[in-house]
């Protein structure tokens, strides 16, 4: 299966990536194994692609700050800087929201 995973702010490096999705729906309906289109919100250019090769839920106050150092965008990699861009990308974010993990890999 293929998907297309848009980002605001599309950086994403080679080898293992994190992405924090607000919501279950990601985990629910891409299932591990699938193909994924990076591409930057407002385009349809695929940047590049990516595999889902893990992915699971918790409450974001749950989350491990220490995994956060696979996030894509750097400024994202301590609950700080991920929960300001949660907000910033989900106008109806809450820190007890339901957060899905989606780690993808980049060749």
Same mark, same amino acid.
């Not at 250019?45 to 995994?67: C, D, K, M, W, Y």
């Given at each position: 299966?293929?998907? !297309?995973?848009?980002? /605001?702010?599309?950086?994403?490096?080679?080898?293992?990536?994190?992405?924090?999705?607000?919501?279950?729906?990601?985990?629910?309906?891409?299932? !591990? #194994?699938?193909?994924?289109?990076? !591409?930057?919100?407002?385009?349809?250019?695929?940047?590049?692609?990516?595999?889902?090769? #893990?992915?699971?839920?918790?409450?974001?106050?749950?989350?491990?700050?220490?995994?956060?150092?696979?996030?894509?965008?750097?400024?994202?990699?301590? /609950?700080? #800087? /991920?929960?300001?861009?949660?907000?910033?990308?989900?106008?109806?974010?809450?820190?007890?929201?339901?957060?899905?993990?989606?780690?993808?890999?980049?060749?």
């Amino acid at each position: 299966m293929r998907f !297309v995973l848009r980002f /605001l702010k599309p950086d994403y490096h080679q080898g293992l990536n994190l992405t924090i999705r607000n919501g279950k729906k990601w985990y629910n309906q891409a299932p !591990v #194994g699938s193909m994924l289109d990076i !591409v930057k919100t407002g385009s349809d250019v695929v940047e590049t692609e990516a595999q889902l090769v #893990g992915s699971r839920t918790l409450p974001f106050l749950a989350i491990n700050e220490h995994e956060l150092y696979l996030e894509h965008d750097p400024l994202c990699r301590d /609950l700080d #800087g /991920l929960q300001h861009a949660m907000e910033r990308a989900y106008p109806d974010f809450k820190e007890t929201n339901e957060v899905a993990m989606l780690f993808f890999w980049v060749d």
